[in-house]
């Protein structure tokens, strides 16, 4: 398969195309690794130049899912869904409620949640169909709904600990640039605000930054700026791939720190960042609070034990940074050897019984 030629992660268990032309779904769901229970991760629903290129995207983000839950300790393998956003008008619920039979096809192998261009409604139509699905309202004192304040809590923890690291202080008084203000990025942007930072702020989307800008007392800068901003650090929270070998060069922070699923445009960027003396938080370390919530919901946990794991997630950080200074490895690499490890050394899955014992 070309695509999976060119792809320099480690492979997936399976690649399931998603095809029906009457509900115009177009996709992939790519389960990476049920090493550690079934292959659990969001669902992102994006335009992309061309199939290969989603294909591509979904296997890097099901690699991601694979590490990320494994450091998370959740008993979860890693997959993805990535579904073609279509030309023209289509009906969303008719093209969700497909998604989710091919879901069903997959017998609890994979776990969807709301992911990039999803929504709550949408996953709602995907349980029609199926029960392998997360992301739904939140019934009260139980986990679910909205994933985004979990994910900025996370990342919220981690940027204490890393700044501990990097500058021997905390976090107040230190300036953080924040690229994209959606779902995660407003709600880190409160945090950080109330915990003495100063912010510079960049989205494309008309007014939303003037609007925070006014609550938070931020400055704004042109999203094609923020990469290079004068700032301590630098926290992603939009689209992956936007650290390459140019914006490493750009960066003007000394701490990489954010919400964005798979920052690094190559795995040797890592290097690159450390190469310059700048700390890289990883990404899939630093932003598991949305599927711990995704997890707790799907496994019946409560909201007490979501928050104790998310509130884990700076402990989680610290491990990899004093096994990336043991080793003398970019925390990136290092992130990626202790999740490889975790997944190898896990005893096999003795099929879903194990898990839902
Ligand atoms: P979102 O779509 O709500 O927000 C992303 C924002 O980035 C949007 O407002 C968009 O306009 C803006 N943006 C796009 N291009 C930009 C640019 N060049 N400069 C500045 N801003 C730009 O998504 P989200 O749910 O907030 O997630 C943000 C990132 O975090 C994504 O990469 C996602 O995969 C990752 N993530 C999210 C969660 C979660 O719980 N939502 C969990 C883990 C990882």
Request: proline share 6%; aromatic share 6%.
């Amino acid at each position: 398969m070309t695509r999976l030629r060119h792809f320099a992660g480690s492979p997936p268990e399976r690649v399931v195309v998603l095809d029906d032309a009457r509900a115009r779904l177009k996709g992939v769901v790519v389960l990476h690794s049920s090493r550690l229970g079934p292959a659990a991760g969001g669902c992102r629903f994006w335009r992309y130049p061309n199939m290969a290129a989603l294909h591509f995207d979904a296997l890097r983000l099901a690699e991601g899912m694979s590490y990320k839950n494994a450091l998370a300790g959740l008993p979860l393998g890693g997959g993805k869904a990535v579904l073609a956003l279509p030309d023209g008008p289509f009906d969303r619920t008719r093209l969700f409620e497909a998604v989710g039979r091919a879901v069903a096809d997959l017998g609890g192998n994979y776990v969807m949640a709301e992911g990039v261009g999803t929504t709550i409604a949408d996953m709602s139509a995907v349980r029609r169909t199926t029960d392998h699905v997360a992301g739904l309202p939140a019934m009260p004192g139980r986990a679910g709904g909205d994933p985004s304040p979990w994910t900025a809590r996370g990342v919220f923890r981690a940027m204490e600990v890393a700044a501990h690291y990097r500058f021997g202080c905390k976090l107040e008084g230190l300036t953080v640039a924040v690229q994209g203000l959606g779902n995660v990025g407003t709600h880190l942007c409160a945090l950080l605000h109330r915990a003495g930072v100063r912010l510079i702020l960049a989205e494309p989307r008309p007014g939303v930054a003037d609007a925070l800008a006014a609550r938070y007392d931020a400055a704004i800068l042109p999203p094609d700026q923020i990469v290079g901003a004068r700032a301590d650090i630098f926290a992603p929270c939009a689209l992956g791939g936007i650290l390459d070998t140019s914006a490493i060069a750009a960066l003007r922070a000394k701490l990489v720190c954010g919400a964005a699923n798979n920052v690094l445009a190559t795995p040797e960027d890592g290097d690159r960042l450390a190469d310059r003396g700048i700390l890289y938080a990883p990404d899939y370390v630093v932003n598991a609070g949305g599927i711990i919530n995704v997890a707790a919901e799907y496994l019946g946990w409560d909201l007490a034990e979501v928050e104790r794991r998310v509130e884990a997630t700076g402990t989680r950080l610290e491990r990899v940074l004093a096994s990336a200074w043991d080793e003398g490895v970019a925390p990136s690499r290092a992130a990626d050897q202790m999740a490889r490890r975790m997944i190898r050394d896990s005893p096999v899955r003795a099929g879903r019984s194990l898990l839902w014992a």
